[in-house]
């Protein structure tokens, strides 16, 4: 099993990010709207959705939209979610590897969030996301990728932490490898000990967008927050927005 299908589809996994919450989904996207005059007849493709905190959102706000993950336990927790909602929402839920899917049909947006990008062992790999998105998007459709800062991580360098969440103890370490920047993660509860792995791969900003161009896309944002501020080495995020051509 790939480190991302064990530890996405892992409770741990949702505990230890638990603080990147629905309203700081809900306030980068209504920065998101705003910015790019998002209206309710724009179909939208939330990849890499988790447990579908921004999906839902937008959904709320009266578009169309669809939300892709790998980790089948995230994509239970959304379909669940929207259940217990008053309101009659226009979402699905798919579970899908986003190398590779196929919906038959285009996106006017496509979002992917939280540094979902990078997951995989090899180069070509993250192009086949690209390619897979390229095939859902008409021309004119917008891409927006949230992305860690590369440059900030390899400043801050290697560390170990221990969070307490709970009652349930984390243990992780932080280094890197190659191209890679990865996390061992010990985690220690009541009913024993387990271990995952996190990584992303380390894309600088003049190589991702050179990956974008040639998948057919014009970068025309380059954003450093979800405030939309712009871009800088000490930016926290790094934020995509491209075109398709």
Known sequence: MNWFESWFDSPYYHLL????D??????FIDHLYAKFHIQPSHKILDLACGAGRHAIFMASKGNAVTGLDLASNSIAEAKAKVLELPEKLNIEFQVADMRDFDLKTSFDLVFNLFTSFGYFENKNENLDVLGSIKKHQAKGGILVIDYLNSQLVRAKGEESYTKVIDAIQFEIHKYFEGDFVKKEIKVIDENGVFHFREQVQLFESNE???MLRNQGYQMT?????????????????????????
């Not at 990010?17 to 990147?20: A, N, P, T, V």
């Not at 629905?22 to 306030?27: G, L, N, V």
């Open 17 to 20: 990010y638990q603080h990147r």
């Open 221 to 245: 944002e380059h954003f450093g927050d979800y405030d939309l501020e712009t871009y800088s080495q000490t930016s926290p995020r790094s934020i995509w927005v491209g075109t398709r051509l």
């Open 22 to 27: 629905d309203k700081e989904a809900q306030y």
């Open 208 to 210: 991702l967008e050179s």
